[in-house]
């Protein structure tokens, strides 16, 4: 089932993790709830999760037609139905990467980041770079994690 963050839980303040979480252009305060269980974070917030205690499983094995890590068009399209009725405390959080953020050099690549559950997979399968991938604006990177 998703799950949400403890209403008492606070990101740590630990230098490193403060460093990462602004090296990696996260929010500065707490993450933002977009929906039960789903939130808009940065790519490091597991390393926060660890921190805290609350981190069971960095990897849970979900369903074999979904990974526990990969790319959306929009949160929308995550398999909430199936996240829901695992028997698991599940938690999903989201990073946002725009197309206009990106060089024309490098940047953004889309195989790095697990599979693409989005609408454009012909274009993805074509582009290595976010750039250059020609009517995608933007992309959330997802992962799932088991919580305590």
């Given at each position: 089932m998703?799950?949400?963050?403890p ?15 602004e090296l ?20 490091n ?21 979904v ?18 009725r ?35 997979k ?8 976010l ?15 088991e919580?305590?």
């Open positions: 998703l799950k949400d963050l209403e008492d839980w606070r990101a740590p303040h630990e230098q490193f993790l403060v460093m990462l979480r990696s252009g996260g929010y500065q305060s707490e993450p933002v709830r977009v929906y039960r269980g789903v939130y808009l974070a940065h790519i917030f597991d390393k926060e999760l660890d921190a805290t205690g609350l981190l069971v499983n960095h990897w849970p094995e979900i369903d074999p037609r990974s526990c890590f990969g790319v959306v068009d929009h949160w929308t399209q995550l398999p909430l139905n199936l996240l829901e695992d028997k698991r405390k599940l938690l999903v959080f989201l990073g946002r990467h725009t197309k206009a953020e990106q060089s024309e050099r490098d940047g953004w690549r889309w195989h790095k980041w697990g599979p693409y559950l989005g609408v454009f012909e274009q993805v399968a074509e582009n290595e770079y750039y250059d991938t020609p009517d995608v604006i933007e992309v959330w990177s997802y992962q799932i994690v919580v305590r």
